[in-house]
């Protein structure tokens, strides 16, 4: 008997809903309308699948009798993932075996994917993902990046998902964990990089985006700090006057803006 959770590309534990979009996508990519090689074959096995899981008794018996043992596969099994690595070098199909491996617990092969893809020219999630799998499958690939320390690449990923966002606003609670991802990086480590000019870099361009007041105050206190101590003192100061400008009950901004004041530096004169 076929593994009809694995043909769907879901684990058995998903909701009807789960089932029913894992089904229109995949249905969709392989319907034999298509024209390609192999679509007949694997569109009836989707198909089958289907109609067993999302009926609940059948599903129920499927279950309980004949779902094969974990580990156990069926000689007859169609497989998704090995389909998709057969047409790796179509770009449309290599996106969809990257967003499968991260749904499955393959972020190295996912991770290795997109690079590969990366060094072989400009490849783009997003041109061939829907906005809502874009920002879910684009966020989990960052995180792989950020689990592997290589916090350049997922601080690009991620900020393509906020340029998205703040161009048409659509996910807003969402986003409000991608801009503290974003924060996170700016403000930890960063391995390979000596000095602060990459922290610097990551600190001004997040004050272009919707940060709350306090928290692109806190930003623009930390560029002061790393200007103030590289000698960039104007620039320094520039980024005192904006912090203060967005949270002027901040702890120490007050005194710090007197204190240049004093020194000639104004907001009208920067």
Request: aromatic share 12%.
């Amino acid at each position: 008997m076929k593994d009809y959770y694995r043909i769907l590309g879901i684990p058995p534990s998903s909701s009807e809903t789960e089932i029913r979009r894992a089904y229109r996508r995949l249905a969709k990519d392989y319907h034999p309308d298509r024209g390609t090689e192999g679509n007949s074959a694997a569109f009836l096995a989707l198909s089958e699948a289907y109609e067993i899981l999302i009926s609940p008794e059948a599903r129920a018996s499927y279950d309980s009798t004949y779902r094969p043992r974990e580990g156990r596969r069926s000689a007859t099994e169609w497989n998704y993932r090995d389909f998709l690595m057969e047409r790796k070098n179509d770009p449309a199909t290599l996106a969809k075996l990257i967003c499968f491996d991260l749904l499955h617990e393959r972020e190295d092969e996912a991770v290795l994917l997109y690079n590969q893809a990366l060094s072989g020219g400009f490849f783009s999630l997003r041109a061939h993902l829907d906005r809502e799998d874009f920002m879910d499958y684009a966020f989990l690939l960052a995180e792989a990046y950020l689990e592997r320390k290589a916090a350049v690449k997922a601080y690009r990923i991620l900020r393509g998902i906020a340029t998205l966002e703040e161009q048409d606003p659509y996910f807003r609670h969402f986003y409000a964990d991608v801009l503290e991802r974003l924060a996170s990086i700016a403000r930890g480590p960063l391995p390979g990089h000596s000095g602060n000019a990459l922290r610097m870099a990551f600190l001004a361009d997040l004050t272009e985006l919707a940060f709350p007041a306090r928290e692109k105050a806190q930003l623009y206190k930390q560029l002061s700090e790393l200007l103030s101590a590289a000698g960039k003192h104007e620039a320094a100061a520039r980024a005192v006057f904006r912090a203060y400008s967005l949270a002027p009950k901040m702890p120490g901004l007050k005194d710090t803006v007197e204190m240049l004041r004093g020194m000639g530096f104004t907001e009208g004169k920067l």
